[in-house]
């Protein structure tokens, strides 16, 4: 394992590039599916919480097992560029062929690429920049991603208005090619494999330990701590992830002005928040976790409430901006209290495969039962079963979840 960690700008700016344009890509279509479909193609909310768990389950199921792939190969970079072609493919598909099974086969398809990106990124990042970096970078990398998502939700509010709804799939396989070409670009031989996968660059190899220690899995998963902070998780995607979908398909309703344009509001305006978000919270969380996270998870099911207190477009677009506050924290500090928690284990990534499999269970519940819940009790009803559940939540991360930062950080340049 490298003593010193010194990347070059070249493969750092690479980086950067690299989450601009995984923006979109990252998620797939994410909510312009729930919009294309109902206004497009009239699906009923039910059919449409089918097809946005169907990515969902496929993520769950391939997020555990592609942790461990991650932890074990030094080809991350290629996983990346694989994970972007099997999206492509399954927008390109869902935009040429709409019917109901080629779009649940090709969800399944960006659902598995899904599982490959968090994790491969995180680990590049932490490879080449170590612990004592990762909060600022981490918060560097969600900043750019989300200005990425601010430029894919611009041209795909201009791509949906005037030209047609599916050229939004062709945008986000664009994307891809362009995320393929910028992870090639970082430098190979300045990833620390070993440290990418959660070894201690502080700890000095002995005969007895040695950074190379990898834990099993039974005895990663008996800490309590990384258990109560994965329920948690669990319980803010169930509720955070059918809200914005929901929001979609009201606005598609009974408007003169195409739903995707007011789509590309509700993206542009939280991701515009999600920027400085992130990037502040890459800053503050050199010194504490807990407190900033709290912030996160509160704002959650005030938003839910609001959402059923009135159906103006603009007003619903502005609710956006609590989205982008809770956004862009859970983005930068999911990554750095996992790091936290493994140090020294060996198993960053695995870990980081089983948090994104409890996001993924999260989230597929949510759009599944939330697309019945509102076809039999309508909007409101759905909306404040959401908000009941993101305070429990906060009930659970308040009072189960510890601090995880240690007081070691040590100034460094900004990486």
């Given at each position: ?50 097809a946005m768990s169907a990515s969902t389950i496929a993520t769950v199921i391939a997020q555990t097992p592609v942790g461990g792939l991650i932890d074990r190969l030094r080809q991350k970079r290629l996983l990346i560029v694989l994970a972007a072609i099997l999206v492509s493919l399954g927008c390109i ?196 976790r807990k407190p900033i996270f709290l912030v996160g998870f509160g704002v959650l099911p005030i938003r839910g409430v609001l959402y059923t207190l009135n159906n103006n477009p603009y007003f619903l677009v502005s609710v956006q901006i609590l989205d982008g506050i809770a956004g862009g924290i859970f ?85």
């Amino acid at each position: 394992m490298q003593t010193k960690l010194r990347p070059s700008k070249k493969s750092l700016r690479s980086l950067d590039y690299l989450n601009l344009f995984l923006a979109d890509v990252r998620d797939g279509v994410g909510p312009y599916l729930s919009v294309y479909l109902k206004a497009s193609h009239n699906w009923n909310p039910a059919q449409i919480g089918i097809a946005m768990s169907a990515s969902t389950i496929a993520t769950v199921i391939a997020q555990t097992p592609v942790g461990g792939l991650i932890d074990r190969l030094r080809q991350k970079r290629l996983l990346i560029v694989l994970a972007a072609i099997l999206v492509s493919l399954g927008c390109i598909g869902i935009a040429l062929f709409p019917a109901f099974p080629v779009v649940i086969a090709s969800q399944v398809l960006i659902g598995v690429a899904a599982a490959v990106f968090p994790p491969a990124i995180a680990a590049i990042t932490l490879g080449l920049v170590g612990h004592n970096r990762l909060d600022r970078r981490v918060g560097r990398n969600e900043s750019f991603n989300h200005a990425g998502n601010v430029i894919a939700a611009v041209l795909a509010g201009l791509i949906g208005q005037f030209v047609a709804r599916k050229g939004i799939f062709f945008l986000v396989a664009g994307m891809a090619i362009g995320s393929g070409i910028c992870v090639k670009s970082i430098r190979e031989r300045e990833i620390d494999h070993e440290l990418a996968r959660g070894a201690d660059e502080n700890e000095t190899p002995t005969p007895e330990k040695s950074p190379h220690k990898v834990e099993g899995i039974f005895q990663l998963l008996s800490d309590r701590n990384l258990l109560f902070f994965m329920s948690a998780v669990v319980l803010f995607h169930f509720a955070n992830a059918a809200m914005l979908p929901l929001v979609g398909q009201r606005l598609a309703q009974g408007k003169s002005v195409d739903p995707t344009v007011y789509m590309s509001a509700c993206v542009i305006v939280a991701q515009l928040v999600m920027i400085p978000s992130a990037n502040i919270t890459g800053w503050l969380a050199t010194t504490a976790r807990k407190p900033i996270f709290l912030v996160g998870f509160g704002v959650l099911p005030i938003r839910g409430v609001l959402y059923t207190l009135n159906n103006n477009p603009y007003f619903l677009v502005s609710v956006q901006i609590l989205d982008g506050i809770a956004g862009g924290i859970f983005g930068v500090l999911s990554v750095l209290m996992i790091a936290d928690l493994t140090k020294g284990t060996g198993r960053f990534n695995v870990t980081q495969g089983l948090l994104n499999t409890a996001i993924g269970i999260g989230a597929g519940l949510s759009n599944f039962l939330a697309g019945f819940v509102v076809q039999k009790a309508g909007y409101n009803t759905g909306f404040l079963m959401l908000a009941a559940i993101a305070l429990v939540a906060l009930a659970v991360f308040w009072f189960l979840v510890p601090e995880t930062k240690v007081n070691s950080y040590m100034p460094s340049e900004v990486v």
